[in-house]
């Protein structure tokens, strides 16, 4: 008898591995950050989320600067304005991206330029209904992309309007 309960308690933690893998996870594609030029603080990096719940995108971190946010940008009369979000929802099944003129993240107080070709590690943490969280790391090629629009004002007018 005593191997038939031993057999039962090794099946448990193979179903709840099992479980867990089954569990569909976020997706971050087409992720990049924009290079820098020598002396410049801040750049932005964009990506696209996917994710089979709902979940939302909680923080990000990254080695190369000491702040990394969510933003979202908005125009504000013919101003282009910047803000920073506490959460961004990522609905079950519907793409989010993350792009130069909408939402996207602020990567400030740089440590070093960010030039063509660099890999730059971003990591995100998600949170469920549930709350549990999980973590998705990417390396994001650092490289030159597409202004917010040629006839746009600063993209970054509003950026004084918080504290970093």
Do not use: C, N
């Amino acid at each position: 008898m005593k191997f038939r309960s031993l057999a039962r308690l090794a099946v448990v933690p193979a179903l709840l591995l099992t479980a867990g893998l089954s569990q569909a996870q976020v997706v971050v594609a087409d992720a990049w950050v924009r290079a820098t030029v020598p002396q410049q603080k801040a750049t932005g990096a964009f990506m696209q989320i996917k994710s089979p719940t709902d979940v939302k995108l909680i923080s990000i971190s990254t080695p190369v600067a000491g702040v990394a946010e969510v933003h979202e940008m908005a125009m504000d009369g013919d101003v282009m304005r910047m803000r920073p979000v506490a959460a961004l929802a990522v609905p079950a099944g519907k793409p989010v991206e993350l792009k130069p003129g909408g939402y996207h993240v602020m990567l400030m107080d740089l440590k070093g330029p960010l030039k063509t070709g660099d890999a730059v590690p971003l990591t995100l943490v998600f949170e469920g209904a549930d709350k549990s969280r999980s973590t998705v790391t990417v390396q994001a090629p650092a490289r030159t992309g597409p202004v917010v629009s040629p006839d746009a004002k600063d993209p970054h007018a509003g950026h004084g309007d918080h504290k970093h």
